[in-house]
Each structure stands twice: as C-alpha cells, then as structure tokens.
C-alpha cells in the first residue's frame, strides 16, 4: 500500500505471485478472490484498465485468470462480460452493454465451432464459401457499427482445427474440407482486419501451438458447458491479452536495458577474452545469435535497447564493434553503461539520459542476484526472471506482455538514431556558456499543422504514452479523435520539430474545442525528447493565432495533475493563463506576452492573415 492509503502495482504484483505457473484454475479463483477483498476506491486510475469480453462460447471461468495475469503485471482490470453467444448483437446494438462500458480493449473470443455448426448446417456439409461469408459479413457489419460509435481498439483471434481431423491424407486436395474452410476464413480474416488500425489479430493458432493441442481444449467442458479453453490456454491467452491493456493504456516498456555476459553472449567476457565467449553460427553461442534477432525485431518495432553491464567498457566496445557474430552494435543502442558501478544506480542513470521513467524500462540480466538487488532498489522497474536456460531466451522474450507494440510509425524507426543525435546535441550544450546561446544555436525549425491521414497514428500513440508533459493525460482513441474531427468539435493540432543535428519526429499534439465565446484546450502534450525548448510556446502561439482568426478573444484550458506530469505543470501561469474559482484556466487574447520564439523557425507555418496549414507534423 502507499502512504495515501492507495495500492500500488507492487502490492497487486504481490497477490497474484501466489500463482505459479501451471497450477491449475482454482488457484486463480483463489488469488481473484483476494483481489475482491481490495476496496475498490483504494484503486488508483493509473492501475485500472477497462477491458471488455465478447465470445462464442462461456467465458466466465476465463475472468478470475485473466484478472490474475493483469495483476502479475501490476494492473487492475475493470471487466465486462457479454452475455453468452451475443458477441454480434452486442456489437451490433449501440445502446448494449459493450457501449455503455466504455472499454479500452474490446477481445472478441470466437471459437472454431461457428464455423463447424455453420458447415453442418446442410447435409452434405456446406463449401468453405457459404460458411466463411456467414460468419466474416456480419462479424465486420458489427466492427463497422463499432469502429464509428464504440471506444479502444478490438482484438480478435484466429481460428485454429481444434481436433484431429477424420478428412484423411487427401484433404489438402480439396476446397471442401473443414481445414480448408479455416484457413479460407483466416485468410480473409486478415486481409480485412489489415485495413483497420484499431483493430488486431490475436495468434490464437500460436498460442495453442505453445500450449500443445492436446492439453489446449477440454471436451469434457466444452460437451457439457461449451467451456473450451483448458487451464492451460486460458492462462496463456490470459497473459497475451494483457500484454494489450498494457499497450492500449501507454504503460508497455520503451526500453530493455540488457546485460552482456551470458545475456548477449555466454561466458564472462572478462575470464574468457573476446575470442573465447560463446556467440556464433554454432553452439554453443547460436542461441545468443538468436535472443539478438529477436531484440532487433522489437527494436525496429520502437522499443530502446540500452546496455548495463560490468565489464571493462574498452574491452565491451570492442566486442560490440569487432566480434563477426554481434549482431546488437552500437548504432543499435539508445545509451549504455558498462563500469563497476552498482546496476540500480546505472539505470537511473540511463533512465534520466534517455528521459524515460523507470517504469517504462525492462531489464534482462542473467544474474538472480542482479535482478533481486535492482528490483528492490527499483521496485517500479520491470524485471523478469529469465529462464535458466539460454536457448529458450529467444522463444521466451516474445511472451513478455509488456513488449506489446500497437502503433508503429515513421518516428518508431527512427527513434534509436533520435537519442544518438540527441547525445550529440548534449555535448554541444556543455560548450556553450548559457542556455539562450545554445536554443538559438540549435537552430530549431517546427512544422505545425492538424491532423491528417499521414500523422493519425502518430497522435493516437503520442496520446497514448505522453506522461510528463501532457496537462490532462486523457487518453483517446483513433475512433473517438475520427468522430470528432469530422463534426468539428475538434481541432487536432501536430507539431513536428528539427534542429541542425537531426528530426525529432511528430512531438506534439494539442486538441482544441472550438466554440463562439472561447477556444478550450483539451489536451495538450510534448514528448520528453523536446522539452525545455520551448517549441510548447509556438505551439500555444498558433492555437491563439487561428482562435483570434476566428474572431475568438479568449483560450482555456485544465491541469489536472496525474502525479507524473509536475513538469507541466507552470505551463499555462507561464503563459499568461489565471485560474478561475473552478479551477479552468483562462487567458484573454487581448493581453500581450504571447510571443513565437525568436530562435524557432516556422517550418511550413502560416503567420495570421494568411491561408492557414492543415498538414499534419512529419
């Protein structure tokens, strides 16, 4: 518990430890029982996640796991169940309880079953055609209704042969087969979910492969309840699924921080030399090779690698710079550490050169001691347990939950060469006497415009992980920003900003609701990369350049404080803004003092009294 009375991720973390896995599904009941017994206003928002069920079969019994497994993670779900086998009218029926719920995540559960039942609905059975359009064209008249009036992103799963087929060694030779007719239905399954960046495929199939088929259905349950999901796969799914949460409420990690020696590679660099650790085509060192690709997948994905290592830093680099094998160089890599130093005391380093809470940040270290020691140093830090064997690494890493990445965007991939570049632009800082000398030598260049196709997803994700500068933290999806934009009820500006050492991407984004009397700001948040330059005040410039346009006098805006955006928290005194007796912060366009930055450029930015610039940020 904290000091304010309220639970904390440990403490959640704490109860659902008392599951271990491959214990059976009484064990979660228990552990969910515990988790009742916590009062629900000792919750705090930023733990709880609203996470919505649709289904073809009972999912009751899949509830308390998947509870459990979010509390593993240290979130607490907020449920609601769709009543058995109405996941279409749920979805179809705007005034159902799915709408009213709200959700962050929506899962739609449906079984392979549907499309048995459909297929023997006539005798001989029906092709694949009839059956897959009776299931796909409704399906996604309902993610349509959905997609315009619903809240959060959809995940939805594949389907997989649940038994063994009696079609014989033929069967591939014919479109009539029920194996035909799945991967008919899988195949059009994501070719139309493709098309929709709020909605997701969950890998069913491959969940049910790691799980093994044989112990991935129960027939006793599914006959008697339609209850299909053994233990097994119920606490798989489960973990997957929170990987989601975890993503869709901007808590997945942006940043593993990684050890060297039997991590990276096997064997200590430090006894062993460069030419005697174990990386290569061959074992031993093959599955150090393979754990490296799988880190570079997630890298190109958007998540920061770092290294924390003991080691001499010569003899380190030089493994990283000239070992044929080492596939994670130093281009690869946001920042490291590698000295004698304490790790905990490394990571804090690393997280305050990265600008990244620690929160956000994962560490892999091969050592029990290690991980024990940084973790209660660090408590909020992510520390797994890895296996104890270095060839599962590469298949293990993938099931981490806070690995999920929903949004990938051009910033993603640039993001590692963002932090070099920022690096250099700190060496610059240090010769230069003053802080005005370095802005203006920055030469800072913005491109501010609204929202548009090109930089959708971008904002959908800034609003998403944006926690320290940001007034609200309110977080909405591409849905909501969609329906708004396209009535007017709101204005989504994007700020995209450069200097002379390279691109920081699409770093800003304001929502404004525009209205006679006053324009308000609703949201209004800056990446970490950008601030201290006060490109926030060209921004702030522009939203009042376009209100006075208007023939609007006067903005407002909120802070509401989350307990981790304090550095907004004099933004808007800073600027001219005096609160009310409400709390709403005004400030009169009429009264001077809102000035554009003498050292920024505008980049594609129309000064008043000219057409304005509706293309989105870069």
């Keep these: 518990m904290s000091l304010e009375g309220q639970v904390d991720s440990a403490a959640l973390e704490r109860l659902a430890s008392a599951v271990q896995p491959g214990q059976p599904w009484s064990a979660y009941q228990a552990a969910a029982r515990a988790l009742d017994r916590i009062p629900r206003e000792t919750i705090p928002d930023r733990l709880r996640a609203r996470v919505a069920i649709l289904g073809s079969f009972t999912l009751d019994p899949f509830l308390p796991v998947l509870r459990v497994e ?97 079609e014989g060694v033929n069967a591939f030779r014919s479109k009539g087969t029920f194996a035909h007719t799945i991967a008919h239905a899988n195949k059009h399954l994501r070719l139309r979910l493709s098309l929709r960046d709020q909605t997701f495929l969950f890998p069913l199939a491959d969940v049910v492969g790691q799980v093994g088929r044989t112990h991935a259905f129960n027939w ?33 990690t942006k940043c593993i921080v990684l050890d060297l020696d039997n991590t990276l590679w096997g064997g200590v660099l430090g006894e062993e030399g460069p030419t005697g650790i174990a990386l290569g085509p061959h074992w031993p060192g093959s599955e150090f090779v393979d754990f490296q690709r799988e880190l570079l997948n997630l890298q190109r994905q958007g998540i920061l690698l770092a290294l924390c290592s003991k080691n001499n830093e010569s003899e380190a680099l030089a493994v990283l710079r000239d070992h044929p094998s080492m596939l994670i160089r130093e281009p690869q890599l946001a920042a490291f550490r590698i ?41 909020e830090l992510r520390v797994p347990d890895l296996p ?15 690995l999920m990445v929903l949004q990938q965007t051009a910033e993603d991939l640039q993001r590692t060469q963002q932090y070099q570049e920022s690096r250099t632009r700190e060496t610059y800082r240090t010769s230069i006497d003053s802080l005005e000398d ?44 969609r329906r708004q934009v396209a009535s007017a ?66 903005l407002s805006a909120e802070f509401i404080d989350s307990g981790r955006n304090q550095v907004a928290s004099t933004f808007l005194s800073n600027h001219g803004f005096d609160a009310d007796a409400e709390g709403r912060w005004l400030r009169s366009l009429d009264a001077p003092g809102l000035e554009w930055p003498a050292y920024i450029t505008p980049a594609g930015w129309h000064p008043a009294g000219t057409a304005p610039d509706n293309h989105g940020g870069r």
């Design 70 to 166: 979010a509390a593993r993670a240290g979130l607490w779900l907020d449920t609601y169940l769709a009543p058995y086998g109405l996941y279409l009218s749920e979805l179809l029926d705007p005034g159902s309880g799915l709408y009213q719920f709200r959700p962050i995540v929506t899962f739609l559960a449906i079984d392979g079953d549907v499309l048995w039942n459909q297929r023997w609905a006539e005798t001989p059975p029906l092709k694949s055609e009839p059956v897959v359009g009776g299931l796909l064209t409704p399906l996604f008249a309902g993610l349509d209704a959905f997609e315009r009036a619903g809240s959060g992103i959809v995940v939805m799963n594949d389907f997989v042969l649940p038994r063994r087929s009696t």
């Design 220 to 252: 006793r349950t599914h006959y008697r309840g339609h209850l299909t999901w053994s233990d097994a796969l119920m606490a798989a799914i489960a973990e997957r699924y929170v990987g989601f949460a975890l993503a869709a409420m901007g808590k997945a």
């Design 339 to 379: 000295n004698w130093e304490d790790k905990a005391s490394n990571i804090r380093s690393l997280a305050g050169e990265l600008n990244i809470g620690l929160d956000h940040m994962l560490l892999l270290d091969d050592s029990p001691h290690e991980r024990a020691w940084v973790k209660d140093q660090i408590p």
């Design 388 to 402: 104890p064997d270095p060839s599962m690494y590469a298949h293990w890493v993938g099931s981490l939950p806070s």
């Design 438 to 481: 370095f802005l203006r030598g920055l030469g800072l260049r913005v491109h501010i415009g609204l929202v548009d196709e090109g930089s959708m997803a971008r904002v959908v994700q800034l609003l998403a992980k944006t926690n320290q500068f940001n007034l609200t933290t309110r977080r909405h999806d591409e849905a909501t920003l």
């Design 489 to 554: 009820a709101w204005r989504v500006y994007t700020m995209g900003v450069a200097d002379r050492f390279g691109d920081f991407g699409l770093t800003a984004v304001a929502i404004v609701e525009p209205a006679a009397a006053a324009w308000h700001v609703e949201s209004f948040l800056l990446s970490c990369r950008v601030i201290g330059k006060s490109v926030e005040t060209a921004l702030l410039v522009r939203i009042a350049e376009d209100a006075r346009g208007a023939g609007v006098s006067v």
